[in-house]
């Protein structure tokens, strides 16, 4: 097939095709004078800039670089990030190629290379970052940008599974979706420590303070998303944890709320905060978080207290008008709705929120270029080209699903046994101002009907003819699977695809998932998912520098018409009124079978008693969630209409400030706090932070060594004694052990967590300011207390690991102070460190008062700082 010649990408396009998309070539030692390359210019943790350039010349590890501006900088190839892919052809024919590769036959092979290199070609489709990054790169990372785990069991080792489970996803590039309705309240009792519990809550802070171990690992940072269903004890704490700086600040919240509370909250009824009976023999075997199926056992519930649902909705709405955040999921909807309610219920979202998952569920994202469809001629869409595009385009994503490496057995049998696909959109914006349709008027509503109907009509058939050839996914039973709410919408609307799905069969249970594509947006140069344009000039906060962006489409309007102003089809984000962006997300909710990345921009005056009316509005038009975001409310802003100082205006990361709840998902053009790629909307849960679209980790997992060499350091800690071995890998530390405590011990417990992220994160990428970073980011973490003065001052276990890796790499001018002072340096063999390991004494967490002060007294665990006694 014919194949059209792209346009040469430039600017902040180029910028991030190099960064996230293109193959990589890791070892940078092989630069030479002529590659184009990315350098380094600003080398700021937080505030970084990067920019694209010609090496013209090199003096061993030195280079000179021409930037795109003229100028010429200096820099070590340490600094530089250097493709193997120089032009979006050759990622279109290794994505082409990768996932025609898993057809059955060489024919077969042949025939899709070609079709999938159509569709691709001119960014037709723009596939996710995941795919776009990984296809072919790498054995390590994941082509899926969504995963929900199951909810932790509810105990220390549940938890710390589940932390490790979390970490092994984010650090190949997924996000990941947790609810900790399956961890016990606050101050419930914990028999096996004669205690009471911290709450889930507290434990959500753990699963933050991982991720944001994570988002410095790499070019893509840990994403994660937090929720907790509308009946746990400890909800009223989870909407408003974040108004206490530092308990949870790496994670987007949002609460799942049921039809029940929605009744409760309109009819101003009570509404009881249960929990399972903890005493219940079968708790620790039977309790996953489900209360349905805890209820249908029979098992007892035990009513903490009694509450009006008007007060916790409040909370909700105050809290969300104050930051965005928490966002809402109607969860007990969404499964009403969901093709898999008859088998597996959805329990949680991705970390942007548009895509509701079960237990150990995956999904894999792409989105049709809709700006790429405009038939001038006719001014309408094109509407046999774009039909044809879905449908190759249903099957490259099916394809993906047989091509990404598994890490996890049980992602592997779920998304084999479901295949769930997520085909969504871009350049929906570009579209409408193209056909003279103003965003969120009364026609733009019709026009969406029209055009949304139509591609999930084609991309339903097409599942169904794959099916036909291929088969459909395990659990397909075709009467069960056309009682969702969805597809009752469908049949009635297109019988068509009903009588095709009774006859073929369906190849994936899912397949539209509207995602917000902030980053892939912004690189092919059009209006990123559903959103309206932020605006039509802005700048860009990024770990790739501070940028000021034009939209093309308003600009050459304004150069076509210099002295008039854009007509009233040039609709922004803040031009529309906040019910407009409800109506746009209902509308495209009725033809997404998952959910949408959307956002209700509101102006700064917005009040609660708005919120509330807007909130409730989403519900009674079948949004599956809602996320506002008002002018002004949050400190952090990725994109603005006025250029200030980077340090006020900036995240780290379009796609890396975890700000408001994710779930929701703002685009590319984003305003405050939302992550440039953030998700939500239709299933609006929270707003903001994950770079959806896709940038990816691009630098490989260092796969360890049978043999391994290092140094143990002995540091007494608030806790105790602790010994931190560091090992390295090719000259640079690459995995940390911590022993702080007795085996089973709390502390134990945190502190080996505490070790695998470390040893996660060093070696994970090939930055050379790795350690450098972990350091900063553990150096002086407080706690309870403080062992040693001055530069033997040991604040926390996690400021004796970064006083460990100064030493050990010295990487700080004092170093030498360390070894000689108090802290003593152990060089031991494994065997030694074992045998001098197992005599260390240290204290635990009192559950009491939850100081580290807990220590043996003649047989009985006892606290210095409460008198709290286990055996009294």
Request: glycine fraction near 8%; hydrophobic fraction near 35%.
């Amino acid at each position: 097939m014919k194949t059209t010649e792209s346009k040469k990408l430039s600017g902040l396009s180029e910028k991030i095709f190099l960064d996230r998309y293109a193959m990589k070539n890791a070892d940078t030692s092989l630069t030479e004078v002529g590659d184009t390359v990315l350098v380094l210019t600003k080398d700021d943790p937080k505030f970084p800039a990067k920019e694209v350039g010609e090496v013209i010349s090199r003096d061993g590890g030195q280079v000179k670089v021409k930037l795109r501006s003229g100028d010429t900088v200096e820099s070590s190839v340490e600094k530089l990030t250097l493709t193997l892919e120089k032009t979006p052809e050759q990622l279109w024919d290794r994505l082409a190629g990768a996932m025609a590769s898993v057809e059955a036959t060489p024919e077969k092979k042949q025939e899709w290379t070609e079709k999938f290199r159509y569709i691709l070609d001119d960014w037709k489709l723009v596939p996710g970052g995941r795919i776009a990054a990984g296809a072919d790169a790498s054995e390590e990372l994941t082509l899926f940008n969504c995963y929900v785990i199951p909810s932790p069991h509810d105990s220390r080792g549940g938890i710390m599974s589940s932390l490790s489970e979390m970490t092994e996803i984010m650090a190949r590039g997924g996000g990941v979706g947790i609810n900790l309705s399956s961890l016990r309240p606050r101050r419930a009792v914990v028999k096996g420590v004669n205690g009471s519990s911290s709450g889930a809550v507290s434990w959500g802070g753990l699963f933050s303070y991982t991720t944001g171990l994570i988002e410095q690992g790499g070019s893509r940072r840990g994403a994660l998303m937090l929720m907790m269903n509308d009946w746990h004890p400890d909800v009223t704490d989870f909407i408003t944890v974040k108004q206490t700086m530092g308990q949870i600040t790496n994670a987007n919240l949002s609460v799942c709320v049921s039809n029940g509370f929605m009744k409760a909250v309109k009819e101003d009824l009570d509404w009881e905060l249960v929990y399972p009976d903890t005493t219940d023999a079968d708790y620790d075997q039977l309790w996953d978080g489900d209360l349905d199926k805890w209820k249908k056992l029979g098992k007892k519930i035990n009513v903490y207290r009694t509450v009006k649902a008007r007060d916790i909705w409040h909370t909700i709405i105050e809290s969300a008008w104050k930051s965005a955040e928490p966002g809402v999921v109607f969860m007990e909807y969404y499964n009403q709705m969901s093709n898999s309610w008859y088998f597996n219920p959805i329990i949680c979202t991705n970390p942007c929120g548009e895509q509701g998952l079960p237990a150990w569920g995956v999904c894999n994202l792409s989105a049709v270029n809709l700006s790429k469809f405009y038939d001038e001629e006719k001014h309408d869409v094109a509407w046999e080209e774009l039909g044809k595009v879905v449908r190759y385009s249903t099957r490259f994503l099916d394809n993906v699903i047989d091509k990404t490496p598994y890490h996890f057995e049980e992602n592997r049998v779920n998304q084999q046994s479901e295949r769930r696909v997520g085909l969504g959109t871009m350049g929906l914006a570009e579209l409408m101002i193209k056909l003279h349709i103003r965003y969120g008027s009364p026609e733009s509503l019709v026009f969406l009907d029209k055009i949304y109907g139509f591609m999930a009509k084609e991309a339903y058939l097409a599942s169904a003819d794959i099916a036909a050839e291929k088969g459909s996914f395990t659990k397909f039973e075709a009467d069960k699977y056309l009682q969702s709410g969805f597809m009752k919408t469908m049949t009635r609307e297109y019988p068509e695809v009903g009588a095709a799905i009774q006859k073929k069969g369906m190849r994936n249970v899912t397949v539209i998932t509207q995602a917000p594509t902030g980053s892939t947006g912004t690189m092919v140069g059009t209006s990123t998912g559903i959103e309206p344009y932020f605006a039509f000039e802005y700048y860009r906060q990024s770990r790739l520098g501070f940028d000021k962006q034009y939209v093309p489409i308003a600009q050459e309007w304004k150069d076509a018409n210099p002295d008039a102003e854009l007509p009233e089809y040039f609709a922004t984000s803040m031009d529309l009124s906040a019910e407009d962006h409800i109506r746009v997300q209902a509308a495209i909710q009725k033809w997404v079978d998952s959910s949408i990345s959307k956002t209700a921009n509101c102006p700064a005056d917005f009040t609660v008693e708005e919120t509330k009316r807007l909130y409730e509005l989403a519900f009674d038009l079948g949004c599956k969630g809602v996320t506002i975001y008002r002018d002004g409310s949050r400190d952090v802003q990725v994109l603005s209409t006025e250029k200030k100082d980077e340090k006020q205006n900036g995240a780290s990361d379009a796609e890396s400030q975890s700000t408001p709840a994710e779930a929701s998902g703002k685009s590319a053009a984003e305003p405050a706090g939302m992550r440039a790629d953030g998700h939500g909307g239709a299933l609006a849960v929270s707003s903001a932070a994950y770079p959806q679209g896709g940038q990816v980790l691009d630098k490989q997992y260092k796969r360890r060594p049978q043999i391994l060499r290092g140094a143990t350091y002995k540091f007494n800690t608030p806790f105790g004694m602790a010994y931190i071995t560091i090992n390295d890998m090719n000259g640079s530390p690459s995995e940390v052990f911590l022993n702080v405590g007795k085996a089973g011990s709390d502390v134990f417990a945190m502190s080996e967590a505490l070790g695998r992220v470390c040893s996660l994160f060093l070696r994970y990428g090939d930055h050379g300011n790795k350690v450098q970073l972990l350091t900063k980011h553990l150096k002086g973490i407080g706690g309870s207390g403080a062992i040693g003065f001055g530069a033997n001052r040991v604040e926390s276990i996690a400021d004796a690991v970064a006083k460990a890796l100064e030493m050990h790499g010295d990487f700080s001018d004092d170093a030498d102070d360390y070894v000689t002072a108090t802290q003593e340096v152990v060089m031991e063999t494994t065997a030694q460190y074992a045998v001098s390991r197992s005599s260390a004494t240290s204290l635990d967490l009192c559950p009491s008062c939850g100081s580290a002060s807990l220590i043996n007294v003649e047989g009985c665990k006892t606290c210095t700082n409460c008198g709290y006694g286990k055996c009294s």
